[in-house]
């Protein structure tokens, strides 16, 4: 089975709440975060191990449609 991937938008509370879900499930990962804080992305990113950040969803969007 193919993997879903999953890009998260916004990167506050809610969002842990997210990624460790997605975590639990063997078919599904995290694969970009946006937010518009870069920092926070980033910051986000680094802390669970998501492979890329950016600092708005249509940059997500164009930049993850093809990977």
């Given amino acids: 089975m193919k993997k879903v ?3 998260l938008v ?7 709440g997210h990624v460790n879900a997605v ?3 063997k078919e599904a990962s995290v694969k970009a975060v946006a937010d518009i804080d870069m920092e926070k992305a980033k ?4 802390k ?3 492979e890329r950040y950016y600092s708005s969803l249509s940059d997500m969007l164009v930049n993850e449609e093809n990977k």
Avoid: T
């Fill in 43 to 46: 910051n986000f990113a680094i």
């Fill in 23 to 25: 975590k639990k499930i």
């Fill in 5 to 7: 991937r999953i890009g």
């Fill in 48 to 50: 669970f191990g998501v």
């Fill in 10 to 16: 916004g990167c506050g509370e809610v969002a842990y």
